[in-house]
């Protein structure tokens, strides 16, 4: 059996943000996505909750904020919290930053009569009436 890795043996981590993002992990080998909210971000990792189904040493795929998927590698998993390495540095600024949405066309006002559509007066007009 291995030794299981100490703080010193990890190398050191990037500076952290705090932040409250969402996410999307997949794992490899099956089952369907699962959304995470992210703690604290940096160019090299994350701190996510929900981690009841990581495991440490897992391969993942984990999306965040408006960035595209990246590979991930769960480190450490205590309390429902997971520590998260990307396998390729990311920007945290771009991750933060909201999806440019344009906002919908008002739709034309169409003006349509009706008249009368309640009581005595809709059958005012009527050539039935007497």
């Keep these: ?7 010193d043996s990890l190398p050191p981590r990037m500076p952290r943000q705090q932040v409250l993002l969402g996410a999307e992990i997949c794992g490899f080998g099956g089952g369907g996505p699962t959304k995470h909210r992210v703690k604290d971000l940096s160019v090299s990792g994350a701190k996510v909750d ?6 440490p040493g ?8 408006v960035l595209k998927a990246v ?8 309390d ?8 390729e540095l990311i ?3 771009a991750a933060r930053s909201k999806a440019i949405i344009a906002p919908p066309k008002p739709r034309p ?3 349509v009569d009706r008249g009368a559509t309640a009581g ?3 059958d005012l007009n009527s050539p039935y009436r007497r």
Excluded: C, Y
Excluded at 1 to 7: D, F, K, Q, R
Excluded at 71 to 78: C, D, E, L
């Design 58 to 65: 897992a391969t993942v795929l984990v999306s965040v904020g």
């Design 109 to 111: 006002a169409v003006a």
């Design 1 to 7: 059996m291995g030794e299981a890795a100490t703080h």
């Design 71 to 78: 590979g991930a590698t769960v480190i450490w998993v205590k």
């Design 50 to 55: 929900r981690a009841g189904m990581l495991r």
């Design 80 to 87: 429902d919290l997971a520590g998260l390495r990307f396998a």
């Design 91 to 93: 920007d945290p600024d």
């Design 120 to 122: 005595w007066i809709q």
